[in-house]
């Protein structure tokens, strides 16, 4: 990921609905949910979190496919990880780090 990505990716998730509903997506896994399944277990209308998904989609954290009248969001886990990558591609100056950071094998 380049610096502009990684703003964009990280403005995303700069807003508590739209880090709830990615962390979400996460923990549902490459099943994915529906924007109705997701909005009623965040407590979020159908609309706010079509907005939210949208700026998540638009940052390339999130995926959505269409399954017959449903749409399908994931977690976009290339994209996650690459974010985490940037995020720690030089810690400690090259030295071991006391924490591993770990991708996701979703």
Request: hydrophobic fraction near 40%.
């Amino acid at each position: 990921m380049d610096e502009t990505q990684v703003i964009t990716a990280l403005g995303a998730l700069a807003h508590p609905m739209r880090l709830r509903a990615f962390r979400a997506l996460v923990v549902a896994g490459q099943e994915g949910l529906t924007p109705g399944v997701m909005g009623e277990a965040l407590g979020t209308p159908n609309a706010t979190l079509s907005f939210h998904l949208k700026e998540l989609a638009h940052a390339g954290l999130v995926t959505q496919e269409r399954a017959s009248r449903n749409v399908v969001y994931r977690a976009a886990f290339e994209r996650m990880n690459g974010l985490l990558d940037y995020l720690t591609q030089n810690c400690c100056e090259g030295a071991g780090c006391a924490v591993q950071a770990q991708t996701c094998q979703c």
